[in-house]
């Protein structure tokens, strides 16, 4: 079975950094596309970053270019967002997801709490 699991989320102030952290189960993650998404009350969820199978390939969101790193863990079976020059408007819900083409669906996680406030 399949599952992820974020961590590290928290309050900070606007202009910080935080590292988010998704640990997977059930898969050899290293295999996948691995991504985040964030989703901010009232809004729609929304894509932010992803890194391809074997992580030479990384991808962002126009937002957060420059300021988020999408990295695959040293300990492996993680996928991290280590996220700076943090603002108001990056405050979500933020979830890790991965595709499974044997499963033909994504698989997410229940997400972590980010939020930006002075």
């Known amino acids: 079975q399949v599952q992820l699991v974020e961590s590290g989320g928290g309050l900070v102030q606007p202009g910080g950094s935080l590292k988010l952290s998704c640990r997977a189960s059930g898969i050899i993650a290293s295999n996948y596309n691995m991504g985040w998404y964030r989703q901010a009350p009232g809004k729609d969820r929304e894509w932010v970053a992803m890194?391809?199978?074997?992580?030479?390939?990384?991808e962002y969101t126009d937002s957060v270019k420059g300021r988020f790193t999408i990295s695959r863990g040293n300990r492996g079976n993680t996928v991290d967002l280590q996220m700076s020059s943090l603002k108001p408007e990056d405050t979500a819900v933020y979830y890790c997801t991965c595709y499974l083409p044997y499963t033909d669906k994504y698989h997410w996680g229940q997400g972590t709490q980010v939020t930006v406030s002075s």
């Open positions: 890194s391809a199978s074997g992580g030479r390939r990384t």
